[in-house]
């Protein structure tokens, strides 16, 4: 069965600091990757998708970029957090376009 | 852009009572999704839709993919404590790879 992992599970980093958040998928091959950020009590923003090893679509602009180097890694990333980029980060995959959509976890991000 | 309308907001409801809720799009989709979220939770898929008119079943739960293509919505029958949660409602367009989400309808669950 497929699996979806997101680490870390929370994250505490001053304003200005780098980020990475990892996901990895188990169980599947050639997924479509999701980043989503959702703020206390809102719903999901969609910030990155990626068909495919190197290919990415950002949704929006912001001060986060994304990147996958392994047909099942996705990883966010940041040079310098802001206090806004502070959310629930959640990680997605489907089997193809329009297919179910299963999430991660989550990474609980503050930004102080 | 594309809107996805979700109602109520939020609903308070004796344990025991059935629960409708539903979700209206601006645009065509092809593909309706509808997830449950718990608490500091990623959320968990309850029940997906692909065919206009299609109504599907998870044990108590409900979905029907409104006829034109624009709604769809979420029943939950006979409550119980455990249904507490957000709801989410999600919905595809031909030629993407791209869900768009409802504001979610959060539920509790009245004892």
């Known amino acids: 069965s497929q699996t979806i992992h997101q680490w870390p599970a929370t994250l505490v980093q001053p304003v200005g600091s780098p980020l990475s958040l990892e996901c990895t998928v188990e169980?599947?091959?050639?997924?479509?990757l999701y980043w989503y950020r959702q703020a206390a009590g809102r719903g999901l923003q969609l910030l990155f998708y990626?068909?495919?090893?190197?290919?990415i679509s950002s949704e929006v602009p912001q001060n986060l970029s994304a990147s996958r180097p392994q047909d099942r890694q996705f990883i966010l990333s940041s040079k310098k957090l802001l206090l806004s980029d502070s959310g629930f980060y959640l990680c997605?995959?489907?089997?193809?376009?329009?297919?179910?959509?299963?999430f991660g976890p989550g990474t609980r991000l503050t930004v102080l | 852009g594309q809107q996805l309308n979700q109602s109520p907001q939020s609903m308070f409801i004796q344990e025991g009572e059935d629960v409708s809720m539903n979700c209206t799009s601006s645009?065509?989709?092809?593909?309706w999704l509808w997830y449950k979220q718990d608490p500091g939770e990623g959320p968990v898929l309850l029940i997906a839709?692909?065919?206009?008119?299609e109504l599907t079943s998870n044990g108590r739960l409900t979905a029907q993919f409104g006829i034109t293509r624009k709604d769809s919505f979420l029943n939950i029958s006979a409550s119980i404590p455990s249904d507490v949660g957000i709801y989410f409602c999600?919905?595809?367009?031909?030629?993407?790879?791209?869900?768009?989400f409802g504001t979610g309808t959060r539920l509790k669950v009245l004892a």
């Open positions: 839709l692909y065919k206009a008119g």
């Open positions: 997605a995959w489907t089997s193809g376009m329009e297919g179910e959509q299963f």
């Open positions: 169980g599947t091959s050639n997924p479509n």
């Open positions: 999600a919905g595809s367009t031909s030629g993407t790879y791209k869900y768009i």
């Open positions: 990626s068909v495919g090893i190197g290919q």
């Open positions: 645009s065509i989709f092809n593909t």
